[in-house]
């Protein structure tokens, strides 16, 4: 949502192994209302979109 890398072990092939930071972590409703309806369970965002936080630099 906000352009930052999102950190998914999954993505990068030498922690591909490890489960991701998201499987334990709550993601914040407002974060969730913020997702597109066209990414909603595509897409993977950022620890801080996560968190509800606006971006530094909308």
Do not use: V, Y
């Not at 092939?13 to 993601?27: L, V």
């Not at 409703?29 to 965002?45: G, L, M, T, V, Y």
């Amino acid at each position: 949502m906000c352009g930052e890398p999102n950190q998914c072990s999954l993505s990068n092939p030498a922690t591909a192994t490890h489960a991701c930071w998201c499987f334990t972590t709550e993601i914040a409703p407002e974060a969730r209302e913020r997702i597109p309806a066209d990414a909603q369970n595509k897409a993977c965002i950022c620890p801080r979109c996560a968190r509800g936080e606006l971006p530094e630099n909308p």
